[in-house]
């Protein structure tokens, strides 16, 4: 069964360093997104992304954060000077253009020290 | 604002008694109601999507319901493998894609 795949699994880095977090959507999904959880809230949206281009933004995903789709088959979330409170679960998401739900990867979970 | 919210936080059943989830969401226009399982350290696991209040899913021992207000998981004499958070979502028309979360309610099931 397809499924998004997210590398790494986990990361650790200073803060202040550049992080990468990369995703392979479902291969026939349009849509991607990136999504956040904080141990023990909830899964917030940062960026959804259409068409090569950005199609939504939350007021978190600020200039520290910018995505990419590289080549045909991996979408990436770079976050440029990392912080303490960027310590999070990442997923990422992918959706068919004819369905409303989308599926998520197993996420990465950063830690900055 | 919280466009959903789900309860209870957290529900421990006897393996075998059946219970219900909720989740009430007060987007105006609703684009779609989702639910997903989370277990520890991993990603959200799509379960279902529903459109239209009086709609109803089911797979295996779950059966979503929505209403115009809230929807609920139904959850039939669940096992121990049923243990994980279900997570409730919303999609809100006109407003674009993003899905919107609540946080969850957390299912222990005690064999």
């Known amino acids: 069964e397809p499924e998004v795949t997210q590398t790494p699994s986990h990361q650790v880095t200073q803060m202040g360093q550049e992080v990468i977090l990369r995703c392979v959507p479902i291969?026939?999904?349009?849509?991607f997104y990136w999504y956040r959880q904080i141990l023990g809230q909830k899964v917030e949206f940062l960026v959804s992304?259409?068409?090569?281009?950005?199609?939504?933004k939350s007021e978190i995903f600020d200039d520290q954060f910018s995505v990419e789709r590289p080549d045909g088959s991996n979408f990436t979330l770079k976050i440029r000077s990392t912080k303490l409170e960027d310590s999070a679960m990442y997923f990422c998401?992918?959706?068919?253009?004819?369905?409303?739900?989308?599926?998520f990867g197993q996420g990465t979970r950063l830690t900055v020290v | 604002e919280d466009q959903v919210t789900q309860s209870p936080e957290a529900l421990r059943l006897q393996e075998g008694e059946s219970s219900s989830l909720n989740c009430s969401y007060t987007?105006?226009?609703?684009?779609?109601l989702f639910w997903y399982r989370q277990d520890p350290g991993k990603g959200p696991e799509f379960l279902f999507t529903?459109?239209?209040a009086g709609e109803e899913k089911e797979k295996e021992r779950l059966k979503a319901t929505l209403t115009k207000k809230e929807s609920f998981l139904h959850i039939t004499a669940p096992k121990p493998e049923d243990s994980a958070t279900y997570l409730c979502a919303v999609k809100e028309r006109g407003t674009g894609n993003q899905f919107y979360f609540g946080t969850g309610t957390s299912l222990t099931v005690i064999p």
């Open positions: 291969s026939n999904h349009l849509y």
């Open positions: 529903l459109y239209s």
């Open positions: 992304f259409y068409n090569n281009e950005i199609s939504e």
């Open positions: 987007v105006s226009g609703l684009r779609g």
């Open positions: 998401a992918s959706r068919e253009t004819s369905l409303e739900e989308a599926f």
